[in-house]
């Protein structure tokens, strides 16, 4: 096992060496194509499977997750990676566009993304691999072309301490410039590098109130920065009373699964589940609650803070426990409360608040228009998810479903319908990401190739000489990319009129 030491706060000196190697880095990696770049990534993914054994034993040590989860991490960590090296030698990422010069006096414009910068990324906690020092955030910055500083976790210092050392010389044995990933420690050298002008964007997952913090400080920069924070979300559960009726104890037994999994420190857990009132499950949840075994948080002080909001919620009016787990010693057991929608748009101020961990609320409504007015309560979340029975023409919930989707699409990024929100796919088509509070912006996504597209922005040539013009723009197009050219894809040279 190697040994890990730490400093507690990265100092000044510290900082500024690791920002002027990011800034040097900047040019060089840029400049890379992205070929070249996506052998950069494979070349992480490989240090970090390679490593897989040391870094889970270091990752149990620090945040009380099981082997088996942990191990999962590490490979859609590097999974990730390798994804992202695969969308650029793609090369659509990069959105060329070429409109060449007309009779009319129209001149050559040609149009591309290119990276912002050095960018920091602020760690998670409950994910120690795929939301931190070799996750998403720091995957598709560096298929961008920008260097990153992550500012790790001090939930798992020595695992990010060590991710930070095996991706860094991974990175420099394969042709990376010196600087194109460091990790640094502490709150002050995080608040530090997000404000400093070396630093052109930012990441975050975490709580609200750390996220507006964050990103007060980035706007209040003189020159105001991309801030990317994920900030909590509610995922409510709606279901139909046609579902209720042909999937009942399904439905009851997959979202107690689903709100407990992981100690329900998932972003994506379920906080509320909507029943028809007379629903007939009360037994069946009760049951299934009281059977869900107590599980370990990631450490005490997230524990304290559960249990906090937990307790805050028990005196919310109209709200009651319904059932809860088997007591532990230190483990957390699931706590189920249960209110209806009049009294929940009553308190919603207090009700509708992210309850980080083994905690959620069943709330009964009395007809499809009370559900809807419950939907248009929330503000942005992750995900929604519909259970109805909408897949034949002739199903009952046809007409009843799309009012109701009309006003959760307004509110998250991602809809599910008859399954569950936890358990995030690390696809292209994934959208991670939703509408304030959720996240600060709803445009972008956290998880997925476009997730690359956070760190670039576009710069267009004018008239430009082609020798002066980037490879992805030039008219022989070397690289072979997918481009449109004045109107049309092609990945063909632009043809010039004689």
Not at 154 to 181: I, K, Q
Not at 443 to 471: D, I, K, M, N
Request: glycine fraction near 8%; hydrophobic fraction near 40%.
């Amino acid at each position: 096992m190697t040994t890990v030491t730490i400093p507690e706060e990265t100092d000044l000196p510290a900082l500024e060496r690791t920002l002027d190697a990011a800034r040097e880095a900047a040019g060089p990696l840029a400049a890379l194509r992205p070929s070249e770049r996506a052998e950069l990534l494979r070349a992480a993914a490989d240090a970090l499977d390679a490593a897989t054994e040391e870094l889970v034993s270091l990752a149990e040590g620090e945040t009380a997750l099981p082997r088996p989860r942990l191990t999962g991490e590490v490979g859609r960590s590097s999974g990730q990676l390798r994804m992202f090296a695969a969308a650029l030698e793609d090369g659509g990422y990069l959105e060329p566009v070429i409109d060449t010069a007309t009779e009319n006096g129209r001149p050559d414009l040609r149009r591309m993304l290119v990276p912002l910068g050095p960018v920091v990324v602020f760690g998670a906690s409950n994910f120690p691999f795929a939301f931190s020092v070799p996750g998403g955030d720091t995957a598709s910055a560096l298929a961008a072309g920008c260097p990153v500083v992550v500012k790790a976790h001090p939930g798992h210092p020595r695992l990010s301490e060590r991710v930070g050392e095996l991706l860094a010389e991974a990175l420099r044995a394969s042709g990376a410039p010196e600087g194109t990933l460091a990790v640094v420690h502490g709150q002050d050298a995080g608040l530090r590098a997000l404000t400093d002008p070396r630093v052109k964007a930012a990441t975050f997952t975490g709580s609200e109130a750390g996220g507006k913090a964050l990103l007060e400080a980035a706007n209040s920069r003189p020159d105001p920065i991309p801030f990317y924070g994920e900030l909590g979300s509610l995922n409510p559960v709606f279901v139909t009373p046609a579902a209720l009726r042909a999937r009942g104890p399904e439905i009851v037994d997959g979202y107690v699964a689903s709100f407990t999994l992981g100690a329900g420190q998932f972003c994506t857990k379920p906080g509320l589940l909507f029943l028809p009132s007379g629903h007939g499950e009360r037994q069946r949840i009760v049951d299934a609650v009281e059977r869900s075994a107590p599980a370990a948080m990631l450490n005490e002080r997230i524990r304290d803070a559960h249990a906090a909001e937990r307790d805050r919620l028990t005196t919310v009016p109209g709200m009651r426990v319904l059932a809860t787990g088997p007591p532990a010693d230190e483990r957390v057991p699931a706590t189920l409360l249960e209110t209806t929608v009049p009294e929940l748009l009553a308190n919603s101020d207090s009700a509708l608040t992210e309850c980080f961990g083994p905690t959620s609320i069943v709330v009964t409504y009395e007809n499809l228009a009370e559900l809807r007015q419950a939907a248009e309560a929330f503000t942005g979340n992750l995900t929604a998810t519909l259970h109805c029975e909408a897949e034949q023409p002739s199903d009952p919930d046809n007409e009843v479903v799309p009012p109701l989707l009309e006003v959760l699409r307004e509110r998250v990024g991602r809809v599910v319908f008859n399954g569950w929100p936890t358990g995030v796919a690390v696809t292209a088509a994934m959208h991670h990401g939703g509408p304030h509070p959720a996240t600060t912006g709803s445009v972008h996504t956290s998880v997925g190739t476009t997730a690359l597209r956070r760190f670039l922005r576009p710069v267009c040539f004018q008239s430009t000489p082609q020798p002066l013009l980037p490879e992805e723009l030039a008219d022989h197009n070397p690289l072979g990319l997918p481009r449109l050219v004045d109107g049309e894809r092609s990945t063909s040279p632009v043809r010039r009129p004689l």
